[in-house]
C-alpha cells in the first residue's frame, strides 16, 4: 500500500518525541520512501504521456482519479519525511543547546543501558558497531547548528544565553560533586571540585557543571 | 480625565527610567511569553538594559578585590539583582527564538513583506533565522529531498488550496488585562463584545487584542 512506509516513519517520529536519547536514523525506510516517491512519479508521467500534454480530467474520470491519488501519495510522503527530519533536527537543536555533545550523547545511547560507568573506549566501541545514531547529513546539520548558535550567543555574551532559564532566588547555592571535575576558578579564588564534597558556590559560576552532570544543586 | 490619572501621570513621571524600563522589560518578557506570535522586537529598551548589565558587570569587577564587609555585602544585592536581569534577558531572548524557529518561513515572509518600525526581528534574530532556515533546507535536500521530482521540491508550496506554511494561531487565548480604557472589543467572527475598562482582566482570543497590546492599551499576564 502506497503510503504504509511513510506511516511507519510517522510512528517513529512519534515515538522519538517521547525518548530522552536520539534513536537510530532509520536510513532503509527514508530510502524507501523516497523510491516510492519516484516509482509514483514514474507511473504518472506515464499515465500522462498517451495525452501528450493535452489531458482533460473531466472526459477521463478513471485516470484522473489514478493521477489525483498518486499525487495525494507523493505529497503525504513528502510530508512525512518532513515531519521526521524535523523532529529529529529539532532534538539535536535541543541537545545543542544544553550543551550536550551530540556525538558522546549518541555513543552512550547506543551503548547500551548496562554500567553507566562503563570506559569511553567500549563506548565507542559498541557506537561503531551498532552504526551511529545519526545519519551524516544530520552530524552535518547539529555542528553547523553548532556553529550557528555560538554565533548568535557571542551577540549577547554578558547575558549567557544557554544559562538556566530556571529564575534565580539565590546567587549562592548549595552543591555537591557528582564527578571529579578539577579545579575551577572562581572570584573568590580557585575551589576544586572532588567527588563526594559539597560546596556552597555563585550559582553562576557552575552552571555549566550542573547541566553536564558533574555537580548536582542542592535545594 | 480623573483624579486617578492625574496621579498615574505624576507617578510616571517622578520614576526614574531604570525603573520604566525594568517595568516594560518585564512587561515585554510576559507578552512575548504568553502571545502565540511574535512581538516586535524593542530595540531602544534592551539597547539600555544591556548597557546597564554591562556596566553593572564592570562595576562588580572593580569592586571584587577589596575585602572590605561593608562593599561586599552591597555587592551581593548588585550580584542578585545582576543575576535577575539577567534571566528576564535571557528568558526573553529564548522565547523569541523559540518562536522563529517553530515558524520560520512564517516570519521570513514576514519580515520581507513589511518594513514597519519597529522592526519585528533584531539584527542579530534575523540573521539567525535566515541562517537556521538556509541549514534546515539543506539538510532536507542533500537529506531526501533532492531525490524528488522537481514539482515536489519546494518547501514553501501553497498549490492544492494549503499551504505548506505554518502561522502560528492567531486564535489562541490570552490573558489580558486593561491599562487604560478602550470601548468596546469585538471578537471577529462571533457576537461576543466586551466592553474593556481600566484594571478589568479578559481571556480573549489574541487575534482580538493584538492591536491594542502592541498600542500599550491592554498588558498581557
Sequence with gaps: MYGDQANKLVQHAKRTQALPHLPPYQTELVRNIVREVRTLDTEVTATLAPFAGSFNPSSDPATATQLLVNYMCMRRNKRCLLAYHRVRTEKLEEMVWR???????????TGGNGGSGSSSSAVVGEGTEGGSALSPEEEEYARQYAELLAAYKGKWTDVDLTGSLEPPRDLFIDVRVLKDAGEIQTEYGAITLTKNSQFYVR???????????????LS | MDIDDILADLDRESTPQENLDLQSLTRSWVAERVAPELIPYPEELMERVLE????????????????DPKTNFKLIVIQTELERFKFLVRSFLRARIAKIDAHPLHYTNVSATTTITPSLLSLFEHQYL????????????TSFLSQFPTQLQRLDDTTGGISMIDKPDGDAAVFVRVLR???????????????????????????????RVLGGDVELI
Excluded at chain 1, 559560576?205 to 558533574?214: F, H, K, P, S, W
Design chain 2, 181 to 211: 480604557d478602550c470601548g468596546v472589543v469585538a471578537v471577529e467572527g462571533t457576537d461576543v463584545r466586551c466592553e474593556m475598562n481600566k484594571g478589568d482582566v479578559f481571556v480573549v482570543r489574541w487575534s482580538a487584542v493584538r492591536g
Design chain 1, 203 to 217: 550559582q553562576g559560576d557552575v552552571e555549566r557543571l550542573i547541566a553536564q552532570g558533574y555537580l548536582q544543586k
Design chain 1, 99 to 109: 550543551g550536550v555533545d551530540v556525538k558522546e550523547r549518541e555513543g552512550l545511547s
Design chain 2, 52 to 67: 546597564r548589565i554591562a556596566r553593572q558587570i564592570e562595576v562588580i569587577e572593580e569592586q571584587t578585590g577589596s575585602m
Design chain 2, 130 to 141: 535566515t541562517a537556521h532556515q538556509s541549514l534546515l533546507s539543506t539538510h532536507y535536500r
